[in-house]
């Protein structure tokens, strides 16, 4: 215990955060790869908040006269899908769900899997056992499995698929934390933290989780890319966002049945899922790159 | 190390009946759903009723639990293969006998008349795209760690996140609008009977391609940066400057302090690969498992759900403990810890 004063005494009674190099979001502009993603994310953002003001037929609109030739047009850039209703609008119109449901399910199982993992980290202990042997359990999982049960028994709805984005993503984040946790919670700045007789929960969440954010921001851009793909999937399951409101991965269900004569029904939202997912992946990468460095 | 797999081991266990408990919750939560799904949508309430008496669902959810395992076990009788009740589940190997997982109302058979065949055809499915995964993502896992920012490094480890940015579905949808509608060279599903006039293995190639390319785009990122690690290390440098060739030095040296860490998520991929097959199967229409677990999902075959559930967790979990064990192999420091 000495020898842990003696460093506090030595060294400034701050965390390491006060000194780290300029914010990551800063350098962001310094890893190509985070500038394309973040590029891609900031497209479909743009389109999704202008989509009220675009010159855009209604998402739901049905134009019974392109059902003869759905194909893309000039009057329709990506063609009409098997209702005759716009593709391009229902795409614009599916980027606001799908971009304010995945972030939100991502930051809800934050919420929820940051203190469970401050807490195994920074108590050890029974906490620890108790909380780890939770996470496990819902781990061990095929996690798409778990979604199909627990979708097709509780319903598909928007608040639901946060529920379910929750209970399978926290344990993973709660892991992750309590790893980064047990790494810090012997450094000298905790400890001064404990002598100054600090509260518990202002070490954990002013000391520690400032301390862990490099890592815990390239896992937030990763998992809003898995959310994506998950509302993706349970849309082409036929477990997505009740319709006739435009969800992409429901899109792209139902023109697989025309795939064969008319391919572009299914490939634009496809290519719209992809690019999203790719630009969260992309900014990820160049995050933990950029984290990596310093 | 023994005693380091029954202690693993016995730790799995636990978290089989755990997470068994956990689908049964989901699946019989309310019990007069389970009541209602048995007996199907025109059946009239008074009959709901009286099954629901008969079954006990009355009962709290950890009875019904144990009752459900006991009959799994084979020690207690089926309570819906009673004649008494007039539900014609009718099972050959009789009402008693380990591993009785019920009576899909689906498929109008014994789970286990339904379960088994299709989980084969799951794991052809998934046994060639492990069996390619594995090779590929090593391979170029190695050759993209090996120096580290390289321009090789660089296009694979791009090909690496845009490989896992294509969910199976759309990576399935972009398949099949070039390789069977453009092309027409493949079949665009995958029945797994020659009657359309394509041969089996034909019927294989896209699904498994849809299952090669997601995964292994995570498995060469993973081997990649364990690769970096180690080749960054002083005994690399160390084998460098003696004058040994690159060759040797990664064969040698590098590659297998830098398999340690892929190990785990190699194994792990297992477990990806499960729900990789739901999503796979429903794009090309194949007759598995996970197409049959969506199916029951949607249906309401508790039981069969259930069994399937069951099923793919002990599979998640017996690749977990080899995982563990090999990891503990490989890694003698994690004993020590």
């Given amino acids: 215990m000495s020898a842990t004063i003696d460093n506090a005494a030595a060294a400034p009674l701050t965390a390491p955060v006060d000194k780290a190099p300029p914010s990551l979001l800063r350098r962001l502009p310094q890893s190509r790869v985070a500038m394309v993603g973040l590029g891609l994310i900031i497209f479909w953002v743009a389109l999704a908040t202008l989509a009220p003001l675009l010159p855009l037929d209604p998402p739901n609109k049905q134009d019974l006269m392109a059902l003869a ?40 199982a934050y919420l929820v899997g940051c203190p469970l993992g401050l807490a195994a980290g920074y108590y050890g202990g029974k906490v620890d056992t108790i909380i780890s042997r939770i996470s496990d359990i819902i781990l061990s999982f095929p996690i798409i499995i778990l979604y199909v049960i627990l979708i097709a028994n509780i319903g598909p709805s928007a608040l639901n698929i946060v529920l379910a984005v929750v209970l399978t993503a926290a344990p993973g ?72 409101d435009p969800d992409w991965g429901t899109m792209v269900k139902e023109g697989t049945a025309m795939i064969s004569v008319r391919p572009h029904m299914s490939l634009f939202p496809s290519i719209a899922i992809v690019s999203l997912i790719l630009g969260f992946n992309l900014l990820a990468d160049g995050v933990r790159e950029l984290s990596l460095r310093d | 190390m023994g005693g ?80 008494a009740l007039g539900l014609q589940f009718k099972d050959p190997r009789g009402d008693k006998y380990f591993g009785n997982f019920g009576y899909s109302t689906l498929y109008k058979a014994p789970v286990n008349d339904v379960i088994w065949s ?113 080749m960054n290390k002083a005994y690399i440098r160390t084998a460098v400057l003696k004058g040994l060739p690159m060759r040797d030095v990664v064969v040698r040296h590098a590659v297998r302090n830098a398999m340690i ?31 049959m677990i969506l199916d029951a999902s949607l249906f309401g075959d508790i039981a069969l759900i259930e069994a399937a559930t069951l099923i793919a967790l002990t599979i998640a979990i017996l690749t977990q403990l080899v995982s563990d064990v090999g990891y503990a192999v490989l890694n003698p420091q994690i004993r020590l810890a």
């Avoid at chain 1, 934390?177 to 202002?202: C, K, N």
């Avoid at chain 2, 199976?168 to 995958?190: K, M, R, Y």
């Avoid at chain 2, 990806?272 to 229409?285: D, K, P, Q, R, Y």
Wanted: net charge positive; charged share 15%; aromatic share 10%.
């Fill in chain 2, 118 to 230: 299709r989980l084969k055809a799951t794991a052809a499915l998934a046994g060639i795209a492990f069996a390619l995964i594995v090779p590929l993502s090593l391979l170029f896992g190695v050759l993209a760690g090996m120096r580290e920012g390289s321009g090789l490094d660089r296009t694979i480890s791009v090909f690496g996140i845009i490989a896992t940015s294509v969910p199976e579905f759309a990576s399935g949808v972009f398949l099949v609008a070039f390789f069977v509608v453009t092309l027409g060279w493949l079949p665009g599903t995958s029945p797994l009977d020659s009657g359309g006039g394509w041969p089996i293995w034909s019927q294989m190639i896209l699904p498994v391609t849809v299952l090669v390319l997601y995964d292994a785009g995570y498995v060469v990122r993973m081997v990649r940066g364990s690769m970096a690690e180690v």
């Fill in chain 1, 69 to 108: 030739d759905p194909r893309p047009s000039a009057r329709h850039w990506l063609g009409t899908d098997f209702k005759g209703r716009d593709i391009l609008s229902r795409l614009i119109w599916g980027a606001r769900t799908v971009l304010s449901v995945a972030p939100l399910a991502a930051l809800a």
């Fill in chain 2, 261 to 291: 860490a892929p190990f785990t998520v190699i194994l792990l991929q297992i477990n990806f690969l499960i729900s990789g097959v739901v999503v796979t199967e429903m794009v090309f229409a194949y007759p598995g498992f996970g197409r």
């Fill in chain 2, 4 to 83: 380091y797999i029954i202690k693993r081991g016995a730790s799995l266990i636990l978290t089989l009946f755990a997470a068994s408990f956990l689908v049964f919750a989901v699946t019989e939560f309310s019990p007069s759903n389970v009541a209602r799904k048995t007996l199907g949508p025109f059946a009239l309430q008074s009959q709901v009723d009286i099954l629901y008496e008969k079954l006990g669902l009355q009962d709290p959810l950890a009875v019904r639990y144990t009752r459900w395992l006991g009959v799994l076990l084979g020690l207690k009788a089926d309570p819906l293969q009673d004649p």
């Fill in chain 1, 173 to 244: 984040i709660a892991r992750i934390v309590r790893g980064l946790t047990l790494e810090q919670r012997h450094l000298d700045y905790i400890a001064a933290a404990q002598l100054r007789r600090e509260s518990a929960l202002y070490i954990m969440f002013i000391e520690l989780l400032p301390n862990c954010r490099g890592p815990l921001i390239t896992d937030f851009c990763l998992r809003v890319g898995y959310t994506i793909i998950t509302i993706g999937i349970l849309g082409f399951l036929g477990l997505g966002l009740p319709p006739p």
